[in-house]
């Protein structure tokens, strides 16, 4: 049979000289720092069922500037204006060594407000870590399946959410074991942005060996193995290198594809000078049927406009959309002077003639047209381009192949220079 352990009151008979000389010597100094009534926000709430106190074997509580309270595992911040939210906590009075016992909390809140916004996070190296590690107390691993639960139910009033938080009592001697669950901190996030951090109650719980009640323990075997997942540095660097080449590839055949289609840059022919391009003209319209044919004021026509054309591409404006008064008056300005601006006078005059007059050109005119509109084509052409042919190619304004331009019929004055 198992001693019987010494009872509260009994500890704190023992320890009451002891209490009795701390708070006279604390009495002058610091009459304020007395523990905070029960039920305070954050302080440890004394329950229906307890005993009737005795000095307590953990330090009080420190008050906060804010009016909460501060614990080795927790710290309760309520943000001025904030209302606290309401706290109703379970947590069984038995349990088992290495056995999780869950702390139930339902808290009332507003509608807006969200209970542990980021999940309910304990770091290892923190004072709430060590604080409960040292209590006998440590949180399994949420990964493993049992982490905290969380179910929010909306209500008239506001929402009321249902915390289920596990904690494994693992007491560092063997046998019956009575151990105090700390404070643990709640983060409630409001509408507002605003973080309020409310602490839970101390709670007691008396903890078994779990092979208290066998008379002749055996020893478990191990649980069954789980799979393990191990990260493969090499395979996540090849399938990323891999992704990376293939796009670098598309990327890279899709500039060449692109690069292959271009358009073309076809160097276009030098224009033809406007020299030769008509005495081409003229030559491709004698050789024409269209004298045989007996269409002579087409051929006449035809003279005429490769004549205009050639004279604006020489010097400058459009001949085919410029009357034979502003052509001469365009003539006339050009320096150095037009050698045979006469004749070019009087066959834009003749031309008029037959366009506007309506008169039908004989076979002969037409033959004399196009010898005229020759020797103006020779006889306009810029020296520096003209044929070295010779003394008498010279003279005669420089023809091609050497030979001399046709003489050009007067046309009623005497004396006139082709």
């Known amino acids: 049979m198992r001693p019987r352990p010494p009872s509260a009151l009994g500890a704190g008979a023992a320890r009451l000289p002891a209490w009795s000389a701390l708070a006279a010597a604390l009495a002058c100094a610091a009459p304020a720092l007395a523990q905070p009534d029960a039920g ?8 229906d069922d307890d005993a009737p106190p005795a000095p307590p074997p953990l330090p009080a509580p420190a008050a906060t500037e804010r009016g909460g309270s501060v614990w080795a595992s927790c710290a309760e911040h309520v943000p001025p204006g904030a209302t606290r939210p309401t706290l109703q906590e379970t947590f069984p009075r038995n349990g088992f ?33 060590r604080a409960l590690e040292k209590a006998g107390f440590i949180l399994p691993e949420a990964d493993a399946g049992a982490g905290p639960t969380s179910e929010t139910t909306a209500t008239e009033a506001g929402a009321t959410t249902r915390l289920v938080i596990p904690f494994v009592p693992l007491p560092k001697e063997p046998g019956r074991s009575a151990l105090q669950l700390p404070p643990v901190p709640i983060a409630v996030s409001r509408a507002s942005g605003e973080l309020v951090t409310v602490c839970t109650r101390p709670h007691e719980i008396v903890v078994e060996d779990p092979i208290a009640n066998e008379r002749d323990p055996k020893v478990k075997p ?3 193995p789980r799979p393990q997942r191990e990260e493969w540095v090499l395979a996540k ?38 020299w030769v391009a008509a005495l081409e003209e003229l030559e491709a319209l004698r050789r024409s049927s269209l004298l045989s044919e007996g269409r002579t004021d087409e051929y006449f026509d035809r003279v005429s406009d490769c004549v205009r054309k050639y004279l604006g591409a020489r010097y400058g404006f459009d001949g085919l959309e410029t009357t034979s008064d502003e052509m001469r ?4 300005r050009v320096r150095p002077p037009v050698p045979v601006l006469p004749q070019i006078t009087r066959f834009l005059a003749d031309c008029d003639l037959v366009k506007f007059a309506r008169l039908q050109p004989s076979e002969a005119d037409c033959l004399e047209a196009i010898e005229r509109g020759e020797v103006i084509v020779h006889r306009t052409t810029p020296p520096a381009v003209r044929p070295e042919g010779g003394a008498g190619a010279a003279g005669a304004g ?21």
């Not at 305070?40 to 329950?47: D, S, T, V, Y």
């Not at 999780?100 to 770091?123: N, R």
């Open 40 to 47: 305070a926000a954050g302080g440890p709430a004394a329950r």
């Open 97 to 129: 060594s290495g056995y999780a016992a869950h702390l139930e909390i339902t808290i009332a809140h507003g509608k807006g407000e969200t209970v542990l916004p980021e999940g309910f996070k304990v770091q290892g190296d923190s004072d709430a870590a």
């Open 237 to 274: 660097q090849l399938a990323a290198g891999i992704l990376i080449g293939a796009a670098l590839g598309l990327i890279v055949a899709w500039l060449v594809r692109r690069w292959m289609r271009r358009p073309r840059v076809v160097a276009a022919p030098p224009p033809k000078l406007p």
């Open 222 to 224: 191990n649980p069954p």
């Open 398 to 418: 420089g023809s091609p192949a050497g030979k001399q331009p046709p003489p050009a019929r007067s046309s009623g004055a005497e004396g006139e220079a082709p």
């Open 329 to 332: 008056a365009l003539l006339a």
